[in-house]
């Protein structure tokens, strides 16, 4: 059965629930609600294991807070054996506009220091990533307290909206490959 290694970015503890950094998790908590399972404590995260149609979903959220995830990341591909082309990070994007989408198959980290922590673990920066745009509307030199804020109530709404897009996206990637995956979504977002 080939495995696929799907990773939100965020930060644990309830002071960073609903924060502009932790939209990895949310997109996650969203799809394994949606399919009636629940994570549990792991090794380095909380993990939920999902099997459909011969596929292997293995969610993680690594619990080394964001700016350390890459530890959590190269110890689950390797302990699950599964090929870094199976791997698909979610984690929030300042460059981009909010709750705008945009999967790649590699790429800079774009400052993003759980990418680059996860860069500099697995020694490359070709691995697949779903940015989600959380806006660049903050004061220079508040950037870390823009990513740790929360959302406003209509900016919750709009995300709400793209939980579904994402889970789809999960599942595209997991059955149809990167290409087939980016040509649907990054022209739909």
Known sequence: ??????????????????????????????????????????SFGSVCKYKFKGKSFIFLKPNTYMNLSGNAVKHWLKSEKIQLSNLLIISDDLNLPFAKLRLKPSGSNGGHNGLKDIENSLNTSEYNRLRIGISDEFKKGHQSNFVLSRFSVEEQLQLDTIKETVSDLIYSFVMSGIPITMNTYNLKN
């Open 1 to 42: 059965m080939k495995k696929y290694l799907i990773v939100g970015l965020g930060n644990i503890g309830d002071d960073y629930v609903n924060t502009r950094h932790n939209v990895g998790f949310a997109m996650l908590d969203f799809f394994v609600n949606k399919i009636n399972l629940n994570f549990s404590n792991d």
